[in-house]
């Protein structure tokens, strides 16, 4: 394995985090905490997974260990149930203060953002299972934003292959109708399906979202604004829909290396299935496949991290600074 690609020596991310403000912490719109004293605030919240569900919740290259998920996930669920049964509570209040007739259920929609390989779909499936399994939230779903991707023939046409991942790739009003139809408790709304496999929009597919109890919405770029019209008129930003928000963040090095040995292990998988869009991949050797993954690191996704995720990050109710093994080092919660 190339020597660069081996875990670096650089001290844990818990600087990432503090480093919101370091010049005026008493402004900071956060409060940080160590990978200690976040594991203090699960209290009593029961474990409620096992080793072998977790292993099944992770994925590709993201390793997550069942002392990951007591130390940062059950303080992460015991708040977000508490937050959840605030929400609904002020729900019924404002039904019973505007006569409403009927109650519609509106579900408590939680974004979870970050880099390309930084390992969002572990934190996603993660924070649902361990959130079905509180009694007042017992259907939880989770969508991620892959499906508002524009079609590959549409990227083609408008030459925006090379920027896939960037906010332009994604039909975003389709997306905002979507979190609207879910946001007015309307039943069974549908969301496009994507195949990793075959890189595209899956056609004429779709996961059902019908009224639950918490939805997760996992992207690249799911806090990032509108630009804002000098009429003022109202732009809606995905992010408005969002009672809570989830930020994982890591240092550049480390993403790249997590990105290139995600690529790596792919070769070795599922570019090997003949309907992978990565096929010809398969086929080459390992410094080959290594100044691959640099270049589409180094062309598509490092840009659009410095240019449209990284800018995001301040506006996330949470974030949570990994380390250079995958290990959350420290938690920044934004305060009430």
């Known amino acids: 394995m190339n020597e660069r690609l081996a875990l670096s020596t650089r001290p844990p991310q818990a600087e990432l985090a503090a480093s919101l403000d370091q010049a005026t912490d008493h402004l900071s719109p956060y409060r940080v905490f160590s990978r200690e004293e976040w594991a203090q ?51 019924k209040a404002t039904q019973r203060f505007l006569l409403a007739e009927r109650e519609v259920k509106v579900p408590y929609i939680i974004g979870v953002a970050g880099s390309v390989a930084v390992g969002k779909s572990t934190t996603a499936r993660v924070l649902q299972a361990l959130l079905a399994r509180w009694p007042n939230t017992p259907k939880v779903d989770l969508v991620t934003t892959d499906g508002f991707l524009l079609p590959n023939a549409e990227l083609g046409r408008l030459g925006l292959m090379e920027r896939k991942g960037f906010p332009e790739s ?28 075959v890189y595209d929009v899956v056609p004429g597919e779709t996961t ?112 949570l600074a990994k380390g250079a093994s995958h290990r959350i080092e420290s938690v920044a919660l934004r305060r009430l």
Do not use: C
């Not at 605030?41 to 992770?58: G, I, Y």
């Open 170 to 197: 994604y039909d975003t009003p389709m997306l905002l109708r979507f979190l609207a139809d879910i946001k007015a408790g309307k039943r069974h709304v549908a969301a496009p399906l994507y195949s990793h496999l």
């Open 41 to 91: 605030l699960r209290a009593d919240t029961p474990l409620t997974l096992t080793a072998e569900e977790v292993l099944r919740l992770q994925s590709l290259n993201d390793p997550i260990s069942l002392e990951e998920v007591v130390a940062i996930y059950l303080p992460l669920s015991r708040l977000l149930s508490l937050y959840v049964a605030a929400t609904q509570g002020l729900f």
């Open 208 to 319: 059902v979202v019908d009224r639950p109890d918490i939805l997760i919405v996992e992207g690249l770029n799911v806090l990032q604004p509108a630009r804002l019209p000098r009429d003022g008129t109202a732009i809606p930003f995905v992010s408005d829909y969002f009672d809570f928000s989830v930020y994982l963040d890591a240092h550049e090095d480390d993403l790249h290396r997590w990105y290139v040995n995600r690529f790596l292990r792919l070769r070795l998988t599922a570019f090997r299935d003949p309907r992978s869009y990565f096929r010809k991949y398969a086929e080459v050797t390992e410094d080959e496949a290594i100044a691959i993954a640099d270049g589409l690191w180094s062309r598509i996704n490092l840009p659009n991290l410095r240019e449209n995720i990284v800018p995001t990050r301040q506006r996330a109710s949470l974030i």
